[in-house]
Nanobody, 122 residues
Framework: QVHLVESGGGLVQSGGSLRLSCVAS????????VGWFRQAPGKEREFVAK????????EYADSAKGRFTITRDNAKNTAYLEMNSLKPEDTAIYYC???????????????WGQGTQVTVSS
């Protein structure tokens, strides 16, 4: 499995922006699709966005469409989640995850980072 470390979380006002980073190590990064998930207090972890191993395709949860953008730079072994127009309901711990490049389902994500806290104040 690949090792993942997230960063970039913090406290931001409603309407603000943050960019999360996920640095991978231990395995060739281009062998993995990458996803971002989040978990708010008292709620189940939910899917936010994912991107293919090449970066050519991406998919978003309805809550993220139009506000969040997932990208990756395989030369830097890093994936990003650009978050704009943040809302208080975006407050959660955000996790980066990786899955084998040829697996499509969300259940295939089997490597997880430790998470980074995002707090959006109203």
């Amino acid at each position: 499995q690949v090792h993942l470390v997230e960063s970039g979380g913090g406290l931001v006002q409603s309407g603000g922006s943050l960019r999360l980073s996920c640095v991978a190590s231990g395995r060739p990064f281009e062998n993995y699709g990458v996803g971002w998930f989040r978990q708010a207090p008292g709620k189940e972890r939910e899917f936010v966005a994912k991107i293919s191993w090449s970066g050519s395709t991406s998919e978003y949860a309805d809550s993220a469409k139009g506000r969040f953008t997932i990208t990756r730079d395989n030369a830097k072994n890093t994936a990003y989640l650009e978050m704009n127009s943040l809302k208080p309901e975006d407050t959660a711990i955000y996790y980066c995850a990786a899955k084998p490049w040829d697996k499509e389902s969300l259940e295939a994500f089997n490597s997880w980072g430790q998470g980074t806290q995002v707090t959006v104040s109203s």
